[in-house]
């Protein structure tokens, strides 16, 4: 009887300690996904952050470029009006040298 109840002790104790070594390998391999699963979820927090940069810096060099084509537009404006400027003076000062020659001419 007692050895039988020593074997069946050193069968439980048996048990208890695969029963141990289980449970403990399979906390480890938890603890693994779970570091795996927050490593993944850092970078793809990381990953959301970075495309929110690039739209933010997309929606800027957009804003950017509609200035630059505004300012385009007004230099342009402003150089066509000088140029129209430049020429009704250039008409104005060849009209004024004809008639300065037309008087020349009379005398």
Do not use: P
Not at 42 to 57: F, I, P, V
Not at 82 to 100: G, P, V
Request: net charge negative.
């Amino acid at each position: 009887l007692e050895a039988s109840l020593a074997a069946a002790k050193e069968q439980a104790s048996t048990e208890s300690a695969a029963a141990r070594q289980g449970a403990q390998k399979q906390h480890d391999e938890t603890m693994v996904l779970m570091a795996d699963m927050q490593q993944s979820a850092k970078e793809r927090a990381a990953d959301m952050q970075g495309r929110e940069r690039a739209e933010l810096a997309a929606h800027d060099l957009t804003t950017q470029i509609a200035d630059l084509k505004n300012l385009l537009a007004a230099a342009t404006a402003a150089e066509s009006a000088a140029q129209k400027k430049l020429e009704a003076q250039l008409s104005d000062q060849e009209e004024l040298q004809a008639r300065h020659q037309e008087e020349e001419e009379r005398k």
